[in-house]
């Protein structure tokens, strides 16, 4: 008879799989924990986008993003550093939601690591002239006609990284719920003062 114990019965298999799902996610455009549901705010001002996770760093419990400095949220974390995160994976039939802190990162050496390895596609982001979110007349990009397109070039995509800001979310608790047609789980992983697991009922 086999004693061997299903991962999502072990706290610490549960763990593993999270950070492989996140780790996989960095790099992997078809993970669906790539791009996680993140909310910040307070109680009379929350709201809530898809992100596109940059980075997972287990080591140390964070999770990063990249923004634009003009975007709505940075006023919001400025205010209030607590957010949420929220994954889930279809297939896998897991969600993951995470409580951070989070640090806004401007003009460093974090948001200059992370600028040298953002692809010139991808800064075309960080050079509209208005604040992401301010009104206009018309449908818009944001950009300049001759910016409108994918020719520019890499010297003029510089000119995004003063709008660039990496967002960094150092994890404080992990709630995982796995549906399974046996039986649910639920499990608790509590960072906030060392490590503390629990179970939960689903």
Request: proline share 3%.
């Amino acid at each position: 008879m086999s004693t061997e114990v299903s991962y999502y019965e072990s706290f610490r298999e549960i763990e593993k799989k999270i950070w492989l799902m996140l780790s996989d996610a960095v790099s992997n455009r078809n993970s669906p924990f790539r791009i996680p549901v993140f909310i910040c705010g307070n109680q009379s001002d929350f709201d809530g986008r898809i992100v596109v996770l940059r980075k997972s760093d287990q080591s140390n419990n964070i999770l990063q993003y990249h923004s634009d400095i003009r975007s709505g949220k940075i006023a919001r974390l400025r205010k209030n550093k607590n957010g949420a995160m929220l994954f889930y994976d279809k297939e896998e039939k897991i969600q993951v939601r995470m409580k951070v802190d989070c640090v806004v990162n401007h003009n460093n050496d974090t948001t200059k690591e992370s600028w040298s390895k953002t692809q010139h596609v991808s800064r075309k982001c960080y050079l509209v002239d208005s604040d992401p979110g301010s009104k206009s007349a018309t449908p818009t990009s944001g950009l300049k006609p001759e910016l409108d397109n994918f020719k520019f070039s890499k010297e003029q995509s510089e000119a995004g990284y003063k709008n660039f800001t990496v967002i960094q979310c150092k994890i404080k608790s992990i709630e995982w719920l796995y549906l399974a047609a046996k039986g649910h789980r639920r499990a608790f992983l509590d960072y906030s003062d060392g490590e503390k697991y629990t179970w939960l009922v689903p």
